[in-house]
């Protein structure tokens, strides 16, 4: 195994750590000895320097107090003059000597050469000062030329010491410098064996770095780049056992997770897709998938080669009603069955939900929407066979053939909806094929569903009223209250028109209120100019009947006194298609005295038995009942003059409506009828032509 083989990069850096201290403490170890060197040279200069100088110093000065001036001279004028006074001066001069002789031996360590050179100066000057007497040197003629010997003697012991001194400043030198040269070779030497650990340590850091570290990184993010990518084939191959190998394996056990998620991913979304785009129930293409493939085709601008049918089935409500949900389930399969065994190559069947079904037709292979449509008609002419039971139903067709104008797909599909909406009008069984006539119908419809919001803001809806006459005396009993719309852009717009788009958008209430208002509001108005009490009949639509809070707050406005005689009518098929619900709403007005008045007798569902349980007291006779009359059919006016009985024995007064000839009102006179309203008497008349009519009546 190598120094670095399989360590981790962890235990490598420790490793490199510890050679970077061994370098970091081998420098330490060659400054230290730098520095002890150098302290021991200056130590060793300093302490040879102090006690030079003190040498030197003592040197000169004791070369001075022996030379010529000073002990030489003293002793060779006592010589000449053995007196006391020159004795005094050569003691003085020996004096000084010994002094500067004691200072140079307390200057430091004296060498062998130096005290021997000291020692023979003090036994000159001993030997001088013991033969000095008072009467001069008690010395021999020998003994006074040994005098100057001695004084010889102490300059060469001088010179000695100067030489010693010299000596001992020349070792001094060439130890310093034999230092000196040992500190290079350190330096030298440890220097570079620290900059060679150094430079090692460093290449194995960079290498190691390199080679450990770098390069995995850069393929770590090389790996990271292809996981992002979802390049997820290829494994990640990382055998090293360092951390960054840990890592690297991490990240394919990554790609590996990852790839399987994406492969189960897109299985689900396949869970998804096929989910999304189908029906649960009857596994056929859904509204999802319609509009898809109708973008498709559409996209490619093929005029005229894409025809939509829509379906409804007649009459499964009742069977989904009376024979449960799960028979209706499996009833709407075996239509799929059906639908899908009969569409052929250039046919796609969807189910939109509930129970409408879309026939996509290819028309480029010469197929027509019309075969299409009576191909499904023939196939619904035999019953279903659904948990043992024959079950038959029929199915209405709309037809919406692609002209091009359409933008988007969903255009087709309302079109499409739309013609099956006037198929069923017309109809059970039927097949209807949207055109252009349609298409103009519905955006005028459109057009007016969103104007007529804004209508009553604007004081386009206004309120006329239709007199309602007495027959017997020709006198006003009253008006009934019609809305008319004038549209700025379009003019007069039929109630036939805009009440049902009411109807449909709940704006039906606004407009409820809007009249009922201003039927209260213009009755005052209209008594001022009266001679006799007079009502005012308002139309409730469904909608505002079957509206729990818009009932309430009707009951609530109209209790008031000022509005005893507002009239509600409600139309026969609204009362007789829901009975005990009508009666309980119905009982509700009559409690407060509110007058109840039957509109359209006769146009819908009459049931004379449910008639007298209502709390009406008004039926109104349809226009339809009185066109007619007149001609050569004794049977109408026999059934007009029953109803007319029959209302009268119930309590009921009778109002017949659209009189527009005089032998008409005539006959109705005639036959009991209470009142009459129609265009013999008045169209009718904004509030300003009422006045005018009841002050002409």
Avoid at 56 to 67: A, P, Q
Avoid at 357 to 379: N, P, R, Y
């Amino acid at each position: 195994m190598s120094l670095f083989g399989r360590r981790s990069i962890q235990q490598l850096a420790n490793l490199m750590a510890g050679a970077g201290a061994v370098g970091l403490v081998g420098m330490i170890g060659i400054g230290a000895a730098l520095i002890v060197q150098i302290d021991e040279v200056s130590d060793r200069w300093q302490n040879f320097a102090a006690e030079a100088v003190t040498k030197f110093d003592s040197l000169g000065d004791l070369k001075s107090d022996v030379g010529a001036g000073s002990l030489v001279d003293s002793v060779h004028l006592f010589q000449a003059h053995p007196d006391q006074p020159h004795r005094d001066q050569l003691l003085e001069s020996l004096r000084l000597a010994r002094t500067n002789l004691d200072l140079y031996r307390r200057s430091g360590r004296a060498t062998l050469a130096e005290a021997e050179a000291l020692d023979q100066i003090a036994a000159a000057l001993d030997r001088i000062d013991a033969a000095a007497t008072e009467d001069g040197f008690q010395l021999s003629d020998d003994e006074n030329r040994g005098v100057q010997g001695l004084l010889e003697g102490v300059n060469q012991s001088l010179a000695r010491l100067d030489q010693e001194i010299s000596a001992q400043s020349a070792s001094v030198a060439r130890a310093n410098r034999d230092s000196l040269d040992q500190l290079d070779w350190v330096a030298i030497g440890g220097g570079g064996l620290a900059a060679l650990l150094l430079a090692a340590v460093t290449g194995a850091v960079v290498w190691q770095s390199r080679r450990r570290v770098v390069a995995p990184l850069a393929r770590l993010v090389a790996d990271s780049r292809r996981l992002a990518a979802l390049q997820l084939d290829e494994a990640f191959d990382w055998p090293c056992h360092d951390e960054l190998g840990e890592l690297g394996r991490t990240l394919d056990g990554a790609r590996r997770t990852l790839r399987d998620l994406l492969t189960e991913n897109e299985e689900k979304t396949r869970r998804l897709a096929y989910q999304a785009t189908h029906d649960p129930l009857t596994g056929l293409a859904n509204r999802a998938k319609l509009i898809e493939w109708l973008g498709d085709r559409m996209a490619e601008g093929a005029n005229s080669s894409l025809a939509l049918l829509f379906l409804d089935l007649d009459g499964f409500k009742m069977i989904n009603d009376s024979l449960g949900h799960s028979i209706g389930d499996k009833m709407l399969i075996a239509v799929a069955n059906r639908l899908s065994a009969l569409a052929g190559s250039a046919e796609r069947v969807i189910r939109l939900g509930g129970d409408e079904f879309v026939i996509l037709v290819d028309l480029a292979g010469g197929q027509t929407a019309k075969a299409s449509a009576a191909k499904i008609e023939h196939a619904f002419a035999s019953p279903f066979a659904v948990e043992g039971m024959d079950l038959s139903i029929s199915t209405s067709v709309g037809i919406a053939i692609d002209d091009g104008h359409r933008v988007v797909a969903e255009d087709l599909l309302r079109d499409a909806d739309i013609a099956l909406y006037r198929a069923k009008e017309g109809g059970r069984g039927r097949t209807e094929i949207f055109d252009i006539a349609l298409r103009e119908t519905v955006l005028l419809r459109h057009r007016l569903h969103h104007d007529l919001d804004l209508a009553t803001g604007n004081h386009e809806i206004y309120v006329v009223y239709q007199p309602i006459i007495h027959l017997a005396d020709g006198r006003v009993s009253g008006f009934e209250a019609l809305l008319r719309w004038r549209h700025p852009d379009l003019g007069p717009i039929s109630p036939t028109q805009f009440i049902p788009i009411a109807e449909e958008t709940g704006g039906i209430l606004k407009l409820g209120r809007f009249v009922l208002e201003s039927a209260a509001r213009d009755l005052a108005v209209l008594e001022a100019k009266s001679a006799t009490p007079l009502a005012v009949n308002v139309n409730f639509s469904p909608r505002q009947m079957w509206d729990e809070s818009h009932v309430a707050e009707i009951l609530a406005r109209l209790g008031s006194p000022d509005c005893a005689a507002i009239k509600i009518e409600v139309t026969e098929s609204l009362a007789m298609t829901n009975p005990d619900t009508a009666r309980e709403i119905l009982q509700r007005f009559n409690r407060i005295g509110i007058p109840l008045c039957i509109d359209d007798f006769g146009t819908g569902y009459s049931s004379l038995s449910y008639l007298g349980r209502l709390p009406f007291k008004v039926l109104k006779l349809d226009k339809s009942f009185i066109d007619g009359m007149t001609d050569d059919r004794p049977e109408q006016a026999r059934l007009i003059r029953g109803v007319i009985n029959l209302a009268h024995d119930l309590e009921l007064e009778v109002v017949a409506e659209g009189i527009e000839q005089e032998s008409e009102r005539a006959i109705l006179t005639e036959m009991g009828c209470d009142f009459g309203q129609g265009y013999l008497f008045a169209k009718p008349l904004t509030l300003n032509e009422a006045m005018i009519f009841l002050e002409r009546t």
